[in-house]
């Protein structure tokens, strides 16, 4: 598997961009947000991932600025009938905060606004992609909500209700950083 390539960019094209490593040039496909801003030679690292065709055809590289993306990606690519061309439309159109919120709302309205995804598709990602956003809520939780508990206790708050406060400050910003989540704590009562 190839985790990343770094180089220059040699061409940009509107779906895809060719990395210059070495004396090779990689043909990657990546999500409209990161063509718009790139220009041809630049240095740039891509985290990617490597779609071998299941017949006949040629291998694609699919490349991502964040690690955060690549893994959405991949998380999209278990949702059945989706496939790698329809989740990178995704990622074109949603930043990765953007897609976990409108999953979090379950906006079944946004998500078929992207080219190729209907109202049944987008509701099966719903449903297989759930998961996802409980794994990262998790993980927010385990790095934000430690400090930010640990700040209430230092304030006199109690355990239980530095608890109570910050699941409320979650329920408002599931992606806040430590000092939004106190901040957001301490407003709620």
């Not at 090779?24 to 790139?38: Q, T």
């Not at 998500?111 to 794994?135: D, W």
């Not at 910050?166 to 709620?188: F, G, R, V």
């Amino acid at each position: 598997m190839i985790a990343f390539v770094e180089g220059r960019v040699a061409q940009v094209y509107p779906h895809g961009l060719v990395l210059k490593v070495g004396d090779i040039g990689l043909f990657l496909r990546v999500p409209l947000s990161l063509v718009s801003s790139i220009q041809a030679d630049l240095p740039l690292k891509l985290h990617t991932v490597l779609i071998l065709p299941r017949e006949e055809g040629e291998p694609v590289l699919y490349g991502f600025r964040e690690e955060e993306e690549k893994k959405l990606f991949l998380a999209l690519l278990r949702v059945p009938r989706l496939g790698p061309q329809r989740a990178l439309h995704i990622l074109s159109t949603f930043s990765v905060e953007q897609f976990l919120q409108l999953l979090q709302a379950e906006d079944v309205e946004a998500l078929s606004q992207v080219r190729g995804i209907g109202k049944k598709l987008a509701q099966q990602m719903l449903l297989e992609l759930k998961p996802l956003l409980k794994e990262r809520l998790t993980t927010v939780r385990t790095a934000s909500y430690g400090e930010a508990y640990e700040a209430l206790l230092a304030l006199g708050l109690t355990a239980q209700e530095a608890h109570y406060r910050l699941a409320k400050a979650l329920q408002l910003d599931p992606s806040a950083n430590p000092i939004t989540l106190i901040q957001l704590a301490l407003k709620s009562s």
